[in-house]
């Protein structure tokens, strides 16, 4: 009997390669709609939060809140009263506060950092490990693959600043009294209405760093080392607010990336205050918009063979 007829029916079983992808086997071509397909959507997801890398960020992005708590309450019942920035003032009157003045100190170099290093290795990550190249071999497209991979940066945004949030409201509740809210505008709100203020806040930060992710992405796609593509990102992201710090280049800075990201703090007033915070997210859009179509560009016109 000859090898040929020892085989099943069928057509023959696909080769061997480090795929980790459930679903990413044999596909059917289809819109960009099917780019978003749960199965890929969900392994990208998983792939980024389960590393061991992405869990040890978001420990240190916790640790951050309770330890400006801690500061803050040392510095209280020593000798330095309760005085200081508005945020870090309200701390010691209510816990709530806590939040905002976390999310004011982590987003100038904490949050865009560990945002750089998940979105520069997105794709540069993939390609020094070897398994780029696999994961194009089945039907599921590059264009489907970089869509997965945005998707999953900015799923990693809204966990990281939920992460700096809900540490800030725990150590925040531990430290210090919570109750009635006393806005930057002298006006005061109850717990409930402060909370979902804190959580707009949040959500606000969080769509705040959507071009960040666009732009590492792009840098992914320019190399294949995920660690030249993650410090080329965390470079370009702080000197950026560099920049933003020079009077001279007044000019220019509405347009730089990072200049509206404290416009959140207009949501802590009454009436809250849109102006700022419409322009902050337009400005992501147009930066999601225009390295979002370089990083397409050049991922689908590029030599993968790593």
């Not at 309200?90 to 506060?97: A, E, L, R, S, Y």
């Not at 993650?230 to 370009?236: D, N």
Request: with cysteine; proline share 6%.
């Amino acid at each position: 009997m000859s090898q040929a007829e020892l085989l099943p029916d069928g057509p023959p079983p696909a080769p061997d390669g480090p795929s980790r992808r459930p679903g990413a086997g044999h596909r059917t071509p289809g819109t960009l709609a099917a780019a978003l397909s749960p199965s890929l959507l969900r392994s990208e997801l998983a792939l980024t939060f389960r590393r061991a890398r992405t869990v040890t960020l978001l420990a240190i992005l916790a640790g951050l809140p309770v330890l400006i708590g801690s500061v803050i309450r040392w510095q209280t019942d020593g000798e330095g009263g309760g005085g200081g920035p508005a945020f870090i003032a309200q701390v010691t009157q209510n816990g709530m506060f806590l939040v905002f003045t976390s999310l004011a100190v982590t987003l100038p170099v904490f949050l865009p950092m560990t945002v750089g290093v998940v979105a520069g290795d997105a794709i540069a990550g993939e390609a020094s490990a070897g398994t780029l190249r696999y994961l194009l071999v089945a039907p599921a497209g590059r264009t489907r693959l970089l869509v997965a991979k945005f998707l999953a940066g900015l799923a990693f945004c809204l966990g990281a600043t939920l992460t700096v949030a809900a540490s800030a409201l725990a150590t925040g509740a531990v430290l210090f009294p919570l109750g009635d809210v006393t806005l930057l505008s002298g006006d005061t709100i109850g717990p409930g209405e402060a909370l979902l203020r804190a959580v707009l806040v949040a959500l606000v930060v969080a769509a705040s760093l959507a071009g960040l992710v666009a732009v590492g992405l792009f840098v992914s796609t320019l190399t294949g080392s995920g660690i030249a593509a993650m410090a080329t990102t965390v470079v370009l992201v702080i000197t950026v607010q560099i920049l933003d710090a020079f009077p001279q280049l007044h000019a220019i800075q509405p347009y730089l990336l990072t200049h509206h990201w404290l416009s959140f703090g207009d949501l802590l007033r009454q009436p809250m205050y849109w102006d700022e915070v419409l322009k902050n997210l337009g400005l992501q859009a147009l930066y999601v918009a225009v390295f979002g179509s370089a990083a397409w560009a050049r991922f689908t016109a590029r030599d993968v063979t790593s």
